[in-house]
């Protein structure tokens, strides 16, 4: 069996793009990459400030509301049809509902062949390496960091506290059939 | 019968992704806006210069391979399936093969609705706003102002070369249903 | 005499930076170009949002605190400096005290040969070009459009309303002796 | 003494800019940073791909042009006098020309006091950190990881290969006064 997509689940400055950059790299054949930061930046930009939308408080907390949940279920729907068409898919995501969240996808995934991968990084190093990208948001990295792992199943974790995310990507290339 | 994608067209510089900010700003709906650039930026870096891949030369003259023309045809899949699923999509494109691009878009639609745009400058104008824009590769503009356009067949055309984007915009979305 | 400088000011989505671009291309020496958005990228992450720093209101009014004009001074000196040092360099600035802030670089100046330029731009045209862009905050190009010039003295002013970077460029460029 | 300047050198993807983000957000008071890739920024797109400025090839091997070495003095010049006007100013550097890159700005220096600061990281991790940045010139890290050092004489020195940007901001912190 082929593996068709790889999704990645971790808090905010877990090294998640960082891996699925190396990934592409590693992996022989090409696959196609996106993730909720892809998803956010094809909402139109008013709802990034709405209610219907996507809101970060100034702790980094993140809400989103009934728009945003359709948008992304149509999407997920599409990202999943790509890979069905025959594209090899590897997507970055933040659960921030945990179990929930991999449920969304699950129930759109259907008998597509998926390798969950769990990006953990302690929460002081993902804070520190928040501080580093410059974001201004700060809190992101903590708030998120054990909240999106709860109830969610994996194939397979990995931890970017001391591993590089180079070496992270070839443990997981070594999982993809 | 309601509108489910917009799909633009046209040579770079034309003004395309101010046309689809607009877009998503006077549009009462929220709509996904995807194209050629969140598809590149979804491939591998490797794929930027490699035959399989997509290659620009020093003139802006732009060859793709195998590999990428396959992975656009589920990508294309995946986006009609957004639509399908009930998300609206704008979507902006750049036919560099004229109406054999428009072929590969029709082929996926199946009976989507879809509004087709196309959007023109002027060649020396949209040469002038790739100066502007400070691409490092100049030339693409002029080479794509014409050849894009060859044979595809529109709904709606607008004009950039003396037309704002948010009045091409809202001439656009007073044809959405 | 010899153009040392040439400093644009213009309200926000004035056109400014596609003139700099332009300006960088059709002039034949190698121009520095700087302004306020490279001098705000320099800032600590923490100064956008504090008394000290830099403040933008939902409606687009900005706001600086003492912390920011201590480092506007200094950083002013040094472009300066680099001008005085041999570089050729290009400012493109928004002078939210309108005569004030002109004056805060002539102090620098001293006998540094300047081209003064007012970049205007029609204030509906200027908004639509904001929506265009995809900014967040709404309303800083109708607010700074004509505030910005109040009492400022200039060689020459263009206006983007219904000219092309290029062209005003071109015009600019003319002037450059 | 109060530490004027501080001069970060390391080659490409040794972590240099998140530490100076880090330092940016430790240090209480509010320093300005810039750089060599702020510097290439500032030149006319034209001087990226020609023999006056700056050629990147396809192993991501560096060469500068004549013009290019002008306009740096020039910078370099310009920066020590915004830090002699009251900045405090932190440089992000890849000296090319070890020692002879260190001469250059100690020219310009005179008697600021400077904080001398190599980033070193293992060849190896930087060319996987490379990977994971996306960058599409491979070969820059690995090309440039000791060669910057030859020569340069620093006050203090930071290894990122085992280290966060947060520790080795914290440890320059340290040894500024």
Request: include cysteine; aromatic fraction near 6%.
């Amino acid at each position: 069996m082929t593996t068709q997509m790889i999704i990645l689940n971790g808090g905010s400055s877990a090294g998640k793009s960082g891996i699925v950059r190396c990934l592409q790299a590693v992996l022989p054949d090409p696959w196609l990459a996106f993730g909720v930061d892809s998803f956010v930046d094809a909402l139109p930009a008013k709802m990034q400030a709405s209610d219907a939308g996507i809101e970060i408080a100034a702790d980094g907390r993140v809400s989103v509301g009934a728009d945003f949940r359709a948008l992304e279920e149509a999407w997920i729907e599409g990202v999943v049809a790509m890979a069905r068409a025959g594209a090899r898919v590897v997507i970055d995501e933040v659960f921030l509902g945990g179990a929930a969240s991999q449920q969304r996808w699950q129930k759109a995934l259907g008998d597509v062949d998926v390798l969950w991968v769990g990006v953990r990084c302690e929460s002081s190093v993902a804070a520190g390496r928040e501080v580093a990208r410059g974001d201004r948001v700060h809190g992101m990295a903590s708030l998120q960091a054990d909240v999106v792992h709860e109830g969610v199943i994996y194939d397979l974790e990995v931890d970017t506290t001391h591993t590089e995310s180079l070496a992270c990507a070839r443990t997981i290339a070594a999982h993809v059939s």
